[in-house]
């Protein structure tokens, strides 16, 4: 106990001490011009993608998830592909100028960054939130989980060891190697944190938005996917296999339900068997339903990032020689059915729908169960098919006739390329966009005067005055009155009298 105690009480030490040389190390950072900046992100960039595959390897080694030759292709996203989507950013001085408005734009960091890197992408994700928080001058702590810390530590070793010998000030980058969630939590509240930007499981994702601080957090994403009666039903297949056996479908965008069609459901089908998909008997998913999901609501960790054989295996089920992914046939939705849960696993729920209308009601029982504000992907050729799902869907990524993994990050689509994807107000986050730079920036804004503004006159009028004026009303209508039993003194007194009430 005393042991648990001490190591807790060294990961405290370890956090502030790396939060105030961050700090240190970002003053510093403050005064770097954008040539330097630059310089420092590129050299950064290229070290993390030469040493893509090395860390891959290490990442499956550690925590035991995934695919090394995924992973590797992971690390070149979020290094290559990121610095290609914002290596032309200004983030230094006068970003934007307005000449017209006179409206002056200027790009200031945010400060001290903490990250919160999860176990299914452990090195991308570093890779990624180093390189915009160095574009913007931030500095990073990152918080590894605690699965994934040393191949998430040797990925910020690369990127420290380049970033410094480009010129960066040292302590720039720093990594927590003492699993602790208190301090983690304490990272996330310190006062010299100036924005948290969190990946995680939803328990982390909450208590970075109860930090006080600045955050940018993801939500689950149980993101269904349509074929549509008029897709392409060979490539569609073809890709929705190939994005939910990536890397064991440990990217948050991976399609977790088909939801198809019934009249092509028999060209899928076979489409499916041809491309590897085993599809479950009655008994067989009901087993597999006790493995997935032990308590309702729950996912089993031990099925996460692992492959369709030991998934399997872990029901006593045999599959067949090349087996990809498995599917179990579903009608039901919610937490006590475990196939239409997020599985973050080759393991798929297959619905089978009548028309659009019914499609959409399936998609947002599931979205609705775990993945509002996340991603949606569809197969079809109907452009106002695809369009309206978009309008309807309360999902911040809508992909088409594409690979919905690689596509949310940016691989196969035109989105930014990112690991820290927004769900905006449908999924309780700050924004919908793909995290990247800009995010990481104030920007401040100068503006000159450019038109007067004609105020009006404001005369006062005194209560003096205004009891005055009534007082004399009232008399002279007293005055020329046939009652003359009245007297004008008296009235003067009560009226005086109520305007004294009044002005109280």
Known sequence: MVQLVDKDLLALQQMRSAVQTAKEAQE???????????????????????????????????????????????????????????????????VKEDHLNKVVEIAAPFGV???????????S???????????TRNAIVVSPHPYAVKCTQEALKVCDAAAVAAGAPEGLIQCLTLASMEAT????????VNLIVATGGSALVKAAYSSGKPAYGVGPGNVPVYIERSAKIEKAVKDIVDSKS????????????????????????????KNGAYILTDEEKKVMEGVISPAPGKINPKVVGKSPQFIASLAGISLPEGTRLIIGMETKVGKDVPFSLEKLSPIFAMYIVDGVKHAKEVCLDLLNLGGRGHSLSLHTEIDAVAREFAMEMPVSRIMVNTMSSVGAVGGTTGLMPSFTLGCGSFGGNITSDNVTAKHLLNIKRMAYGTKEVQLPKHSETTVASTKDELVS???????????SNIDPALVQNLVSEIVKQLTK
């Open 28 to 94: 510093k950072f403050m005064s770097y011009t954008q040539e330097q900046v630059d310089k420092i992100v590129k050299a950064v960039a290229d070290a993390a993608f030469e040493q893509s595959g090395r860390l891959a390897q290490m990442a499956v080694e550690e925590t035991g998830m995934g695919v090394a030759a995924h992973k590797k292709i992971k690390n070149e996203v979020g290094s290559r592909d990121v610095y290609e989507s914002i290596k032309d950013l200004k983030t230094v001085g006068i």
């Open 113 to 123: 960054v903490a990250a919160i890197i999860p176990t299914t992408n452990p090195t």
């Open 125 to 135: 994700t570093a890779f990624f939130k180093t390189l915009i928080s160095l574009k």
């Open 185 to 192: 939590q304490q990272l996330m509240s310190h006062k010299d």
């Open 246 to 273: 990536f890397d064991y479908g440990t990217i948050c965008a991976t399609e977790q339900a088909i939801v198809v069609d019934k009249h092509v459901v028999d060209l899928v089908t076979r489409e499916l068997k």
């Open 473 to 483: 009303e009232v008399i002279n209508n007293v005055s020329s009155s046939t009652n």
